[in-house]
Structure formats: structure tokens, C-alpha cells
């Protein structure tokens, strides 16, 4: 039989906050193709839903495969839905952090990642560094009127291996972009998303704030990306000089 879950990753201390993943637990002597996936990931309509199957347990870690679907396509790297494959494992009780306190994830694109319990309640990531490279050439002034944001607004101007990265001028251009997401779908793909960040107006409470579009995916918008911070870590570390930083 195969469990499935709505777990809410990221999550505040307000219940149903946070980004939902669906997670679908597959039992060791099952296949799904990718089409059935798929169609799974589409009928359920979260930004991700993760499909894990568990390969092994010893050395004080359990192994699982894990892979990642949009409601449209599948994506080589998620954060949320990994952070909540891992909290489906434990409520299943097909992993007990106090006896093996590692889950390490084997994923076909991003390598191997390891969710590591630090507590029963809270589950730390280790997650691959994505750099950001300044792109050279002129912006891509039909992205940028799409999304809301003229030319003198972009401090700086990127790509990740996945995505588009626009640092803007402050936090309120951020939290005030409403995206035009149908002209959006009428640019060619740029890309799996676009990263929008600043810093944060009150840094005493975090270094920086960021939204992330999807639409060539079929996610609009992510409330919460983690694999995004992949990039968004690399960059604001060489620009504040921190190691450990803080996200509003």
C-alpha cells in the first residue's frame, strides 16, 4: 500500500502556514512510471509532490530514493518537498530520528542531500551550493516589465543553474510585485523560475526577503522555495559577508 501526506514545510507556530508538498511513500517492492507520477503530482496541485521509496537502513542513516513533480513537469531540486519527505518518514514511523538521526535522499539530478534530526520537532538540510553569475549582456527587459520592475530598480542581474536572479532596490518592491504571469508564460523559458530579493528593511530581524516565480513550471508562485536559498545563501554571503543569515 502506498501512504501519502500534505505536510506544510517551513512552518510558523500558525497551523496551515508555511508551503505544503505532497508526499507519496512507495513501498520497496513497487514501481510507479513517470507518467502515473506525474498524473499524481497534477491531481494534487501542490508546487511539488515528493515520491520517496525507502533503500536501506544502516550506519546510522536510512537510504531512500526521492524524486520531485510539479503539477506539469518534474524538477531536478526541492527543498520543501525534501524537508517534508523526511517529517512523512517520521510520522510513519519508517524513521525514528532518535535511533538513526540521518536520512540520506539518492535523487537522479542534485546528487545525494541529507536531512539530519536535530530534535524531534526540527529537521536541518544540507543542501548543494547553486552560484550566481552576473549576467553580462543586456537584461531581459520583457522579464523585467512582466514582472512588475523597470531597469534602474535591478541592483544586479543573474542566473543560477536553474533560475533567473534580480536583486532589486528594497524590500518593498519585493513584497509589491503582482507579476503579469500570462505574459510570463509568452517569454521563452528562462529558465526553471525567477528569484526576486533585496535586503531586508529591518535587519535586526533578518538579512534579506526574496519571492520566487514559476510559471514555465506551473507554479506561479512558491511561498517558500528552499532550493531557491541555494542561490540566494551563495549571494548574500558575498555581499554581507555572513555565513549564518536570516531570511523575512
Not at 512523512?88 to 535511533?99: E, Q, V
Not at 549576467?135 to 543553474?161: H, I, P
Not at 514555465?216 to 549564518?244: F, M
Request: aromatic share 10%; with cysteine.
Amino acid at each position: 500500500m502506498m501512504l501519502g501526506f500534505i505536510v506544510d514545510a517551513f512552518v510558523t507556530e500558525r497551523p496551515f502556514s508555511g508551503n505544503p508538498a505532497g508526499v507519496c511513500l512507495i513501498p520497496s517492492d513497487k514501481t510507479l512510471s513517470d507518467d502515473l507520477m506525474q498524473n499524481i503530482a497534477n491531481e494534487l496541485k501542490h508546487s511539488e509532490t515528493a515520491f520517496i521509496q525507502i533503500l536501506s537502513s544502516e550506519d546510522g542513516e536510512l537510504s531512500c530514493s526521492l524524486r520531485w513533480f510539479t503539477p506539469t513537469v518534474e524538477v531536478e531540486l526541492c527543498g520543501h518537498a525534501t524537508l517534508a519527505s523526511a517529517a512523512a518518514l517520521s510520522f510513519s514511523k519508517y524513521w525514528n530520528p532518535a535511533t538513526l538521526t540521518t536520512v540520506k535522499f539518492h535523487t537522479l539530478y542534485s546528487g545525494d542531500l541529507i536531512v539530519q534530526a536535530l530534535d524531534a520537532n526540527f529537521f536541518q538540510m544540507d543542501f548543494p551550493l547553486l552560484p550566481v553569475e552576473q549576467v553580462t549582456e543586456s537584461m531581459n527587459e520583457e522579464l523585467l516589465a512582466a514582472l512588475g520592475l523597470r531597469r534602474e530598480q535591478v541592483v544586479y542581474y543573474g542566473k543560477s543553474k536553474f533560475d533567473v536572479f534580480i536583486h532589486v532596490q528594497n524590500q518593498s518592491l519585493v513584497e509589491k510585485l503582482t507579476p503579469a504571469f500570462e505574459k510570463l508564460l509568452r517569454i521563452p523559458q528562462v529558465g526553471r523560475g525567477v528569484i526576486v530579493t533585496s535586503l531586508a528593511d529591518n535587519r535586526e530581524e533578518a538579512h534579506f526577503c526574496s519571492r520566487f516565480f514559476a510559471p514555465w513550471t506551473g507554479v506561479n508562485e512558491d511561498p517558500v522555495t528552499g532550493s531557491a536559498h541555494c542561490s540566494l545563501g551563495y549571494y548574500w554571503n558575498l555581499q554581507l559577508g555572513k555565513s549564518d543569515l536570516y531570511v523575512g
